[in-house]
């Protein structure tokens, strides 16, 4: 059995006063879940069964550690952006602890990260003593060879302090990355495959880079390894000074769900999020349909 | 040792895209100077910097995502009106400054960003109306956030020597091209269309009681005479600031007396100005 693969299903749990884990078990649908922000919280105080988990990224937890007070209510899904999978500077040793106390803690059955960077070394011309650039959003890293290798570099070093899996998030490309030998599609199949990971397809993500770089989404999705899809990310994206970009937000566009309509027979998600983690508030109503709607796309 | 040339190394290229991206005085560099990309072996021919500028206001926005809740209409209407990532990569040089300063709070973040909009929109009607429901939603939360446990209840008998207007809580008085109440009501009547808002010229004064919490459309000489009401200047001084003169003083007096009656003002004694008469 490789490291990343044979997930079980999440199933929903009942609210209870202690932190909620996670359950696996073997059944076929995914789970349907909520990527934690300011609309989680009144949902589920009037729909308390709406969703079968909430995702938080593993920053928000650092930032204020009483978010995690959600899973006594519900289980958690851990995300993350810290650990520059595809990036040359590897995170401080302290914060790859600090993700792995709070995956045991919240029993999440995975770790959702970046096929990205977000520190870079510092430039020749800052000294040796300068730090290194900390981003506050994930960067889509070069599309090369040389990034594959160091891919499989990194997740060598952080799958020794994890006992649960990495899987790896597509990035939204923006713009064409200097030296980049292959387009998105390719290089997330290799890394894929070389590296034996597991993905968490960003459907958005997909469409806002086949978009951005003249790709043809369809062909595009017929060079990614589906079948390794083991999370989906769904959410907004909008058109803005010529570009699309990612807008958690936004509603879905009814593009990303033809999309996932399209690529159903090839792809066995075992959890889909709908990120609207950003919007201060949305109509109860359309986060209900479209929860109902994905539920009943993929079988839930 | 030298370090082998090869052109677009991957960390490399890390690093210039991150640098750009965190100092927007360095991306500046390079757009006036391409030749800076080359010195470190990056090919400036491939590397869209208008386009890394864009993803540094993609992040800039980010950073605002703590006050989407206070600015939602300002935020719809950006997004709506295209200028989303415009604003944002506008100002991140002026909102790196302005963290390097340590103001990082919602209400300084929101501040920073409606002291900058007011030059970003200056004659241009589209940015101006985004200001303006900037400027409305800053005023809100002004409210929200300001102190009011002073004593409120005041006589309304203005004194008969030297009166002191002062305001009776907390007053903000914005002069806007839009009515907020009417955007509003456009933005949320999907598919809002931008077209849809009325534009001309409202006064509006935002008050903050102990009891209340509320926002009066006035005219515009009121929202004027509202903005010099200190609790420290006469009314002979007002009229000096407002005219030129004490001479108008006469015709302030009923004007200010129905401001303290609708509560937005309380008089103070000129003997004793810390206390209500």
């Known amino acids: 059995m490789s490291p990343n693969s044979s997930f079980g299903c999440i199933s929903s749990c009942r609210r209870g006063a202690e932190v909620r884990h996670v359950d696996l078990s073997p059944s076929g649908s995914p789970a349907v879940g909520l990527a934690y922000g300011p609309i989680v919280d009144p949902l589920l105080d009037r729909y308390p069964d709406c969703v079968d988990y909430v995702e938080i990224p593993f920053e928000q937890i650092r930032h204020r550690p009483s978010s995690l007070a959600i899973a006594e209510q519900i289980p958690v899904l851990l995300h993350c952006s810290t650990m520059s999978v595809a990036g040359f500077v590897p995170p401080p040793l302290g914060t790859l602890e600090a993700i792995a106390g709070i995956a045991a803690q919240t029993r999440t059955p995975w770790i959702g990260e970046h096929l990205a960077f977000i520190s870079a070394d510092p430039l020749e011309s800052d000294g040796d003593s300068a730090a290194p650039t900390e981003l506050t959003y994930t960067a889509c890293p070069q599309l090369s060879e040389e990034t594959i290798e160091r891919v499989g570099a990194n997740l060598d070093r952080l799958r020794q302090h994890f006992t649960i899996p990495i899987i790896l998030e597509n990035s939204p490309q923006y713009f064409a990355i200097p030296g980049s030998t292959m387009q998105m599609p390719s290089f997330i199949a290799e890394v894929s495959r070389r590296w034996n990971v597991d993905l968490l397809l960003d459907v958005t993500h997909f469409l806002i880079t086949t978009r951005n770089m003249g790709l043809d989404l369809l062909n595009s999705a017929q060079q990614l390894p589906l079948e390794r899809v083991v999370e989906v990310h769904l959410s907004g994206m909008s058109m803005q000074s010529g570009r699309w970009w990612d807008d958690h937000a936004a509603l879905v566009p009814e593009a990303a769900f033809e999309f996932l309509t399209a690529i159903s027979d090839r792809i066995q998600p075992k959890a889909v999020t709908f990120e609207y983690n950003w919007a201060p508030e949305l109509p109860h109503r359309t986060v209900l349909d479209q929860l109902a709607r994905i539920r009943q796309m993929l079988g839930s | ?277």
């Open chain 2, 1 to 277: 040792m030298n370090r082998p040339h090869r052109l677009n190394r991957g960390p490399v290229v890390h690093s210039v895209v991150a640098a750009a991206v965190a100092d927007p005085s360095r991306l500046q560099a390079w757009t006036v100077n391409p030749s800076g990309l080359t010195q470190l072996d990056v090919d400036p021919a491939e590397l869209d910097l208008e386009a890394v500028a864009d993803f540094a206001g993609l992040a800039e926005k980010i950073r605002h995502n703590g006050c989407r809740h206070q600015l939602r209409m300002t935020f719809q209407l950006l997004n709506q009106s295209g200028l989303e990532i415009q604003l944002f990569r506008d100002y991140a040089p002026h909102s790196l400054r302005r963290r390097q300063r340590g103001l990082k709070s919602p209400l300084q973040r929101v501040d920073g960003l409606a002291e900058f909009i007011g030059r970003w929109s200056r004659g241009d009607p589209l940015r101006s109306l985004i200001r303006d429901v900037l400027l409305h939603e800053q005023a809100l939360m002004l409210m929200h956030a300001a102190d009011t446990d002073r004593p409120q209840r005041c006589s309304r008998a203005r004194p008969m020597r030297q009166p002191v207007p002062a305001p009776n809580g907390v007053l903000v008085v914005r002069t806007l091209t839009c009515d907020p109440r009417q955007v509003q009501q456009v933005l949320q009547t999907p598919p809002a269309d931008l077209a849809d808002i009325r534009r001309g010229r409202w006064t509006f004064v935002y008050h903050k009681t102990i009891e209340q919490l509320r926002m009066l459309e006035v005219e515009q000489a009121v929202g004027h005479l509202l903005t010099v009401v200190d609790g420290r200047r006469s009314v002979d001084r007002m009229s000096e600031q407002l005219f030129g003169n004490s001479s108008e003083t006469p015709a302030l007096m009923p004007l200010l007396d129905q401001l303290v009656a609708i509560g937005l003002l309380r008089w103070l004694d000129n003997e004793s100005p810390s206390r209500c008469t």
